[in-house]
Structure formats: structure tokens, C-alpha cells
């Protein structure tokens, strides 16, 4: 259920929506689909009046906080959605999916000396992790995070995350600028609560890389045979508009690499518990022969095995980036 203040909001919504129909309906009077829009919201504002408004008309549970925010004049819960507001749902879904899949970065990408792979299951039709892999000014930049929420909406503000990290590294700015940026956007975009754990990082040709942590799982790094966590530095982006970020700096010799997940990786159940980021450690560990392919089909592939039968309750997103691949 919205909270108070969300109720005065959206009744405050709903009258703003009932004045611009109306002045529209005064210039272009007879409009019947402007016309019903009037009928809806004149009934979601009798339903303040009287007290039922946010309830579910069938089974008179709470409407869905988060749906009923991006749309006021909801009448029922996501369990007794009409067979048009279904279908209208599933074609939301459907194009969600489509727009995500088409902003994916290609499969085992070699560039700049670095050589990567990614797996991106998304246990919906849409997720709200984020992998981005994005060569520019002769540097490979990369990004994986973790949206908060799930469904269409977390869907949406990653790939809003999408769009502004390939905006900002073309316009070339510092990386501590873009997520300092980026962090300030998500805060000022309205959308309260939707914050997004983050790692993005910059790999040079010579192997130098720099990357920032925000508030995400730890990055585990395979220097020269032994294995680092690259612990987070700093909050979720969207929570504090005045929050700074602070960069981790390394170097990584031909067959170093970079292992970056969500966790729906290490949280991933099994009848021993979870999985852990002391098991990808190891995991990573006795990586040091294999290609980033290698590494994260090794990394699913012991996931599946942790997990058995116990199903997967999160989306599951891995990156590998290694160093001293051919020079593409
Ligand atoms: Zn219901």
C-alpha cells in the first residue's frame, strides 16, 4: 500500500489528469475516448472519497505499490488483471525483453588486448542486471550491476543506465565524473528506492585498469596465480546525491583476469546453503590456464552443481575480462 504521503500524490495526480481533460474536452468536446479517461479518473477520485481507493475490486487486497505509482487509475492487483490489461501487460513485457536483449554487448568480444565473455539469464523475461561492454577513445570500458526491484521498472532504469554510461564515456569525461554523474541522475530522476549496486571499470591496452565499486559484491581479481577481492568502495548509486566514489587502481599482466557477477550467482541456493563469494574465489583460483569463455562456462557449470535441483530465485549475470589476448 502507498504510503500517506504517495496517497496525497497521487490524488493530487489524478485532480491535475481530471483539469487537463477536461480543458481538452472543452476545445474538442464529443471525444469518447477522452471522454471514458474523464469517467475513470472522476471514479479513482470518488474511490478517495470513499476510502477504497488503492484496493483490488475483486479480491479488495492492496494494489501494488509500485504499479499504482506509475499508474493511478488501477483497479485491480496483479492476480485479477482483466484479460485486456493481461494481454496489454504481456506485450509491456515483451518489448522490455526485446529492447534488452538488443542493448547486450557481443558475445566473447577481444579488443584492446583484453579478451572477455558474459552470461546473461534473465529469470523473467526482463531483469534489472546490467553488463555492458564498450570500447572507446582506444580503452575497453566495462559495467555490471544490479537494478533494485524486478519487472518492467528495474528493466527500464537499467537501460537508462545503459544509454547515460555510453553517452558520458563518448563525451570522454573521467570515470570518477561519469559516476558521480550518473549517481546524481538516478537521485534526481524521481524514482525513489530505485538505486543499482555497480561496478564500472576502464581497461588499457597495457593492462592498467581502474574501476569503481558502488555498494556491489566483490570484484575478484587473478593476479599472477593468486586471487584478490576487490572489495566495494562506495554506496548504490541513486541513494545519496552527494555521495563520492573511490577508485581502485591495478595492473594485470598477460593471464590476469577480472571476475565480476550479481547475486544471483552468490546467493544461488543449494542443500549446503549459499553459494558464496568465497566459493567463486576459489572458484577463480584455478582459472589461471583458461580463456574468459572458459572461466565463465567453468563458473555455471560448478553453479549448477552447488545448486542441483534447487531452482534459481534470481537473475544470474557473470563477466570475465582477461588480459593479454591477441590485440584485436
Ligand atoms: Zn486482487
Not at 543499482?196 to 575478484?220: K, Y
Amino acid at each position: 500500500m502507498p504510503t500517506t504521503v504517495e496517497l496525497d500524490y497521487l490524488q493530487g495526480q489524478l485532480e491535475q489528469r481530471k483539469s487537463r481533460l477536461e480543458s481538452v474536452l472543452a476545445r474538442t468536446p464529443g471525444d469518447s475516448n477522452l471522454e471514458a479517461l474523464l469517467r475513470e479518473v472522476d471514479s479513482a477520485l470518488d474511490r478517495f472519497d470513499t476510502g477504497t481507493y488503492g484496493l483490488c475490486e475483486t479480491c479488495h487486497d492492496t494494489v501494488e505499490r509500485d504499479r499504482l505509482l506509475a499508474d493511478p487509475l488501477l483497479r485491480y492487483c496483479l492476480d485479477h488483471l482483466t484479460d485486456g490489461e493481461r494481454q496489454a501487460l504481456q506485450r509491456d513485457l515483451d518489448l522490455a525483453s526485446e529492447l534488452q536483449r538488443g542493448l547486450l554487448p557481443p558475445a566473447d568480444l577481444s579488443i584492446h588486448a583484453w579478451e572477455t565473455s558474459y552470461h546473461y539469464a534473465p529469470l523473467g523475461p526482463v531483469s534489472g542486471d546490467y553488463c555492458d561492454l564498450y570500447p572507446c577513445h582506444g580503452q575497453l570500458f566495462f559495467m555490471l550491476g544490479d537494478v533494485a526491484g524486478k519487472g518492467v521498472a528495474a528493466s527500464m532504469c537499467m537501460t537508462q543506465l545503459h544509454a547515460l554510461f555510453r553517452s558520458l564515456i563518448g563525451m570522454g569525461l573521467p570515470l570518477e565524473e561519469i559516476v558521480v554523474q550518473i549517481n546524481r541522475f538516478l537521485c534526481d530522476s524521481g524514482l525513489a528506492g530505485r538505486y543499482a549496486t555497480l561496478v564500472c571499470g576502464r581497461a588499457a591496452q597495457d593492462g592498467s585498469v581502474e574501476l569503481f565499486n558502488a555498494g556491489h559484491l566483490p570484484v575478484i581479481a587473478l593476479e599472477r596465480g593468486g586471487v584478490r577481492r576487490l572489495e566495494s568502495t562506495g554506496v548504490p548509486l541513486g541513494m545519496f546525491r552527494d555521495a563520492t566514489f573511490a577508485p581502485v587502481r591495478l595492473h594485470l599482466y598477460p593471464g590476469d583476469l577480472l571476475f565480476l557477477y550479481t547475486d544471483g550467482l552468490s546467493e544461488a541456493a543449494g542443500k549446503d546453503g549459499e553459494y558464496g563469494v568465497d566459493r567463486v574465489m576459489q572458484l577463480v583460483a584455478g582459472q589461471a590456464a583458461n580463456c574468459a569463455a572458459g572461466v565463465v562456462s567453468a563458473c555455471l557449470e560448478d553453479m549448477r552443481r552447488f545448486a542441483g535441483a534447487t531452482p534459481g530465485l534470481d537473475d544470474v549475470t557473470l563477466l570475465a575480462l582477461r588480459h593479454g589476448a591477441a590485440a584485436a
